[in-house]
């Protein structure tokens, strides 16, 4: 028994390492109660390694979550500061187009200041051209009027005297040679003193020849007429002619001014360059000016007898311009009414 005992023993004894050993390996898969306390420390050895390895992937994981959190985080304070910024913007835009208003507002009430300004220094000016023109006309007008009556008082003296025979008694009566004052330089004019005096509206007849530009005034007496005053005149030009026929004078003005003819003047009353028409307007004319037709008797339209420059040819716009120093006798002694009559 005891050699038997004592080699099972050591069998025993030469065994038990190994099946130690592959408890202790298999501790970790078989949980026996006899192999618990050798193999708990190596399983825990194991466990230990394990959990390392895990929590450095974890770690390594929360990193990254972390700097993309992070990350997320500098882009949201990124954005915060740019939002930041688009309002700072915006608040100066704002405030900008403010200023650009108000400016604005400011510029386009000054402009409205000085626009009225402007036409209220016009106005004035335009009311002191206004006046000075008027004053202009007043004089001419004052002039004419004194002219007028001096004319109207020459020829009721020259009517006194022929009506009394004064100036020369019976043989004056009879002299049929034209007066000096009736003369005028470079014009061919006749005065019949003889029949002057008898000479009136009722009894006068103008006859006008356009190819002799020659004016007569007759005395009717029955079926015959005796020539009173004859004289030189110009009549309308080329273009303008004036229109034969028989027609009767329909406004006798003493002072008369043309609406369609004359100049122009400047805001200082000084004439400028023009064509003489009322219808076109040169560069610096304010106001037009129509020329002076004294003595003025209508005969057709806007065609009349009156003083006017007299060459030895046609050149007037239609009208018949006579000279000045037979102009007013003419006027004295017709009336209206009176016939006229132009022939070529």
Request: proline share 4%; net charge positive.
């Amino acid at each position: 028994m005891a050699p038997r005992s004592f080699y099972l023993l050591i069998l025993a004894l030469a065994v038990l390492p190994v099946t130690s050993c592959s408890v202790v390996e298999d501790a970790g898969l078989l949980t026996s109660p006899s192999a618990m306390g050798n193999g708990s420390k190596s399983k825990k050895t194991e466990v230990k390694t394990d959990s390392t390895k895990f929590s450095a992937a974890d770690k390594a994981k929360a990193d990254r979550e972390a700097k993309k959190a992070e990350e997320s985080k500098a882009a949201a304070a990124e954005a915060k500061k740019v939002a930041l910024k688009n309002k700072e913007l915006e608040e100066a835009k704002r405030k900008l187009a403010a200023v650009e208003k108000s400016e604005a507002a400011h510029k386009a009430k000054e402009d409205v200041e000085k626009a009225r300004t402007m036409a209220e220094e016009k106005l004035a000016k335009d009311k002191e051209t206004a006046a000075k023109a008027k004053a202009r006309e007043d004089a001419k007008l004052a002039k004419a009027e004194a002219r007028k009556k001096a004319e109207e008082a020459r020829a009721a003296r020259e009517l006194e005297e022929l009506a009394s025979g004064g100036g020369g008694g019976f043989f004056s009566r009879l002299a049929i040679g034209t007066p000096a004052k009736y003369k005028s330089e470079g014009h061919d004019v006749f005065v019949n003193q003889r029949v002057l005096g008898t000479l009136e509206p009722a009894n006068a007849k103008i006859e006008i020849s356009l190819s002799e530009q020659r004016a007569r005034i007759y005395k009717l007496e029955g079926a015959e007429k005796v020539l009173v005053i004859e004289t030189q005149v110009s009549t309308g030009k080329s273009g303008h002619s004036t229109s034969p026929g028989t027609f009767k004078i329909s406004e006798k003005l003493p002072t008369k001014q043309s609406t369609l003819y004359g100049h122009w003047v400047n805001a200082d009353g000084v004439t400028v360059p023009s064509s003489g028409s009322a219808d076109s307007r040169p560069a610096g004319g304010v106001q037009f000016v129509g020329a002076e037709m004294p003595y003025w008797m209508r005969i057709n339209g806007g065609i009349g007898m009156h003083i006017g420059y007299v060459p030895d040819h046609p050149a007037s716009h239609g009208c018949i311009r006579v000279p000045s120093a037979i102009q007013p006798l003419i006027f004295a002694k017709v009336g209206l009414g009176t016939e006229v009559t132009i022939i070529q």
